[in-house]
């Protein structure tokens, strides 16, 4: 039985309170999402709120059923505080990939292109990139725990499970498979993940 910890509980409300405003179509909601910077409709505080947003309520239970299935252990093992700091470490770290990679891709388009997706620029929300980085520490910290995949049914230990998610991630993006789905940021917030528990133990903190 998965007892909840404090700061996976939280994240838990918050998300699943913030998905359901959203359908509610508040006039405030779409501007949570981050936007291409340089267009009008970003804001500086979508780098934060874009987590807390999801497109639809598969992506939601998804997303929360990783944070509940990994997070309650891997809070216990860092602690609260560090916990809350390193899922926003990687969320962070995970934007400013995207970001990167996503200016790279606009500065390609000819002067026409980029006036007309800069009056209506493409949007990321979710907290996938966050929730990579904590897969990663999982299996970095707890490499021979035993997980249940769910397609199929089977038994993994966590060090494979990282390793498979990873690659299909990188596949997917090489495959320009669903193009939707920001694989970027699920590359980048678990590198950042990777990077600072690789910073911790080398400095011993």
Known sequence: MIRLTDVVKQLLIINVLIYFLSQ???????????????????????????????????????????????????????????????????GLGAILTHTIMWYLEVQQYNPLEMAAYLAHPGSVVGASGALFG???????????????????????????MVILAIGLEVYLQASESQTQVAHFAHLGGALFGFLIILFWRKTGK
């Open 24 to 90: 509610l179509h508040l006039n405030f909601m779409p501007d949570m999402a981050m936007y291409y910077p340089g267009s009008d409709q970003f804001k500086p505080y979508q780098i934060i709120t874009h987590m807390f947003m999801h497109g639809s309520l598969t992506h939601l239970f998804f997303n929360m059923f990783m944070l509940f299935t990994f997070g309650p252990m891997l809070e216990s093992f860092m602690g609260s505080k560090r916990f809350l700091f390193y899922y926003f470490f990687c």
């Open 134 to 160: 904590v897969l990663i520490a999982f299996g970095m910290y707890f490499p021979d725990q035993k997980l249940m995949l769910l397609f199929p049914p089977i038994p993994l230990k966590a060090k494979y």
